[in-house]
């Protein structure tokens, strides 16, 4: 990549909202003046099957139409692919930065996925999803880690944005939009500590 | 004007563009990628956003059928698909092209069968090269919405009067979500205007005879008709281009030269992998390599002379084609490219590649090596190769 653009790379199953979260992070850095490409790597499409789903963030227009080989972020939203999938190909040691969504410490988790950087963050958005909106879909508090992580966005920026989106989306549930906006700063701020 | 900005992919981009044309009748038939398109603005029917009638088929032979039957009475007509969708349409295709009708076709590139693949390439649509449709092939989704907004003036033009098929790449662009600038409907709509289709089949008062057999007597002169209409098309493209740019503030030609003025090196392609090939052609130039691109936006009408006229200065040029045409020498842009140049009496060096068929991943070290191949001929290293495979695996 190139140092004015950022390039993140979302990794899990069918159904857990990988593709959505690359999409809801980059409706909101459009909304807060930035370039965008996201999209999903379009395989076979099935409930609990790997998928990745990529960002591209920048400040200029990003003319680039291949796939990302080698991200500066890696998102693992869901920890069981771990053995499955290569989820740091392409990650450098030196300055790639991973965030999985894990139970675990980092030194275990780095040892699990064999990746031996020194920007990695472990995060239970699975508990904090399942705490805040009553299910353990840990996509939206995974962007707000990753705000907390790299600062693309002003957070209260993505904050509002993404209310906007789900109070289309879930207009008969308050509770959905409450509760993913809880669970979003909940884990923006564990990892901003 | 108050333009908005939003996140859209290709295929929602065009499916916005139609509902700000709100055309008089659709026809679809679903088929990946183009599936979304028509089902967004099934939505806007469905919403009562549009008033357009929605006619939906068992097929795309059908699809374009009913086009035809519509355009020929003088509505407004669209359809959107993609690869054996438009080769199901194929014969129906050189119907409306012959009937002159000026049908708006939203089609996403995607390989044909066999293998089967859902992917991108210029298989599909360069398939109907010959359909007499005029062919405009898209970067991003910027540019396929704004040559929606676009396409029934050059279609519709009384000059023209052919049928219009836009494109975007298949995935890349259809499914990719980009920051897009949108225009107010007011504004779409007055620079679309209303169509005032000259003949109309239902006009009892004035018949008329559309479709009717004509042998030896007339269908030359029909066809001779047909192929000045393409030649005013290249016109008419570059006038609602300037038009649209006093509008809308972004012009489109029927290529766009990127950093040509002075480049040793050309290369040419479409669609979104031009894209890709500027970031390339920055790379390249950091590194002292004075690298240029032409993106053909306007297959047909091919825009030969403009091309050449380009090129005259050019060390080396290659050609990228994403589609075979198993011709054993290059594919169908290298072919009409080389033709340009023979009419304008040059010789310049020119490679041709194949890339990316069935959705094969093209990467800015791939085209950075093109250029450096380019090099290498201009300094006597090595011979130009033709219809050369980029990525294969070995």
Redesign the interface.
């Known amino acids: 990549m190139s140092k004015d653009m950022m390039e993140i790379r979302w990794h899990g199953r069918g159904g857990q909202g990988a593709k959505t979260a690359a999409?809801l992070l980059?409706?909101a850095a459009?909304?807060a003046g930035?370039?965008?490409?996201?999209?999903?790597e379009?395989g076979p499409e099935r409930m609990g099957a790997p998928v990745a789903a990529y960002d591209r963030i920048a400040a200029k227009e990003?003319?680039?139409?291949?796939?990302v080989?080698k991200p500066d972020v890696v998102l693992v939203l869901d920890e069981t692919l771990i053995e499955s999938v290569d989820m740091v190909h392409g990650l450098s040691e030196s300055d790639g930065v991973l965030i999985v969504n894990t139970p675990d410490s980092k030194e275990e988790t780095k040892k699990r996925i064999k990746w031996n950087g020194s920007k990695i963050i472990t995060i239970d958005a699975s508990k904090i999803a399942q705490a805040n909106i009553g299910r353990p879909i840990p996509n939206t508090p995974m962007i707000g880690a990753l705000i907390g992580a790299t600062l693309i966005l002003p957070i209260e920026a993505f904050m509002e944005d993404t209310k906007k989106k789900l109070e289309k989306k879930f207009k008969s549930k308050p509770e959905v939009i409450e509760g993913n906006l809880k669970a979003i700063r909940q884990a923006y701020e564990e990892v901003r500590k | 004007m108050e333009k908005t900005i939003a996140a859209r992919t290709g295929n929602e981009a065009m499916a916005e563009a139609m509902r700000q044309i709100n055309p008089d009748v659709c026809a679809a038939y679903p088929i990946t990628p183009a599936t979304e398109i028509m089902q967004i603005f099934a939505g806007f029917v469905n919403d009562g956003k549009v008033k357009t009638n929605l006619i939906t088929v068992e097929s795309e032979h059908s699809a374009m059928s009913a086009c035809v039957g519509s355009a020929a009475s003088g509505a407004r007509t669209m359809t959107a698909t993609s690869s054996q969708g438009l080769a199901y349409m194929h014969e129906i295709l050189f119907i409306a092209a012959g009937i002159r009708l000026p049908i708006v076709l939203a089609e996403v590139n995607r390989n044909i069968s066999a293998p089967i693949n859902i992917h991108c390439d210029h298989s599909d649509t360069m398939a109907e090269r010959d359909s007499g449709w005029i062919q405009l092939f898209s970067e991003n989704p910027q540019e396929a919405y704004d040559a929606m907004i676009m396409a029934p003036r050059i279609a519709e033009h009384k000059d023209v009067s052919l049928p219009i098929m836009v494109t975007t790449d298949g995935f890349i662009i259809s499914h990719g979500m980009e920051r897009i600038e949108l225009y107010p409907d007011a504004e779409v709509q007055k620079f679309v205007g209303e169509y005032k289709a000259p003949y109309n089949v239902l006009d009892v008062d004035h018949p008329i005879t559309v479709g009717s057999i004509v042998l030896q007597d007339y269908t030359f002169e029909f066809k001779k008709a047909q192929h000045e209409a393409m030649k005013n098309a290249k016109r008419v493209i570059l006038e609602v281009g300037r038009e649209f740019a006093k509008t809308f503030g972004k012009e489109y030609g029927l290529i766009e030269a990127y950093k040509c003025d002075d480049a040793d090196y050309i290369t040419i392609s479409l669609g979104s992998t031009a894209g890709t090939t500027k970031t390339a052609v920055e790379e390249l130039r950091a590194e002292g390599i004075k690298a240029g691109l032409i993106k053909i936006r306007s297959f047909r009408p091919f825009p030969a002379e403009e091309i050449a006229a380009i090129l005259s200065k050019a060390k080396a040029v290659a050609v990228l084609d994403r589609s075979e045409s198993m011709s054993n020498q290059a594919g169908p842009v290298a072919t009409e490219v080389k033709n340009g140049l023979y009419d304008a009496g040059m010789k310049v060096p020119l490679a041709s590649y194949i890339y990316g068929l069935g959705g094969r991943e093209i990467f800015i070290e791939d085209i950075k090596d093109v250029y450096k191949e380019l090099k290498n001929i201009a300094d006597g290293k090595s011979k130009p190769e033709q219809a050369k495979y980029i990525g294969l695996k070995v």
């Open positions: 999409l980059g409706e459009i909304a930035k370039y965008v490409q996201a999209f999903p379009y990003i003319t680039i139409h291949s796939p080989l």
